[in-house]
């Protein structure tokens, strides 16, 4: 019912920024809480933030907290992922997916994915 597609990811040196977005099809968006995970090279896929369905609560992985935002237009259909203060160890595949349970850091509990965005982070 929801399909999701991530953009805005690149290359960008160490302490640069860059803004991720999720677009969603289908009419049920704000129903949804909206997650973001990253997988790098060699590594399992990890949680990075979560932003409940009115997007006035947001979750963040010790490892991004006070770096990167979330965010949502729900007239958009589009949650966002501003990051701040960018690392090498930020390097990942990026994605973006829907769940009912705010808060759970478990792949399982997410719904619906897209099909993820590359960003790289240099020293």
């Known amino acids: 019912q929801v399909q999701l597609v991530e953009s805005g990811g690149g290359s960008v040196q160490a302490g640069g920024s860059l803004r991720l977005s999720c677009a969603a099809s289908?009419?049920?968006?704000?129903?949804?809480?909206m997650g973001w995970f990253r997988q790098a090279p060699g590594k399992e896929r990890e949680f990075v933030a979560v932003?409940?369905?009115?997007?006035?609560?947001?979750y963040y992985d010790d490892s991004v907290k006070g770096r990167f935002t979330l965010s949502r237009d729900n007239a958009k259909n589009t949650v966002y992922l501003e990051m701040n203060s960018l690392k090498p160890e930020d390097t990942a595949v990026y994605y973006c997916?829907?769940?009912?349970?705010?808060?759970?850091?478990?792949?399982?509990?997410?719904?619906?994915w897209g099909q993820g965005t590359q960003v790289t982070v240099s020293s």
């Open positions: 289908g009419r049920t968006f704000s129903n949804y809480h």
């Open positions: 997916a829907t769940t009912f349970m705010y808060g759970s850091r478990r792949q399982d509990d997410y719904r619906h």
């Open positions: 932003i409940s369905w009115s997007g006035g609560s947001t």
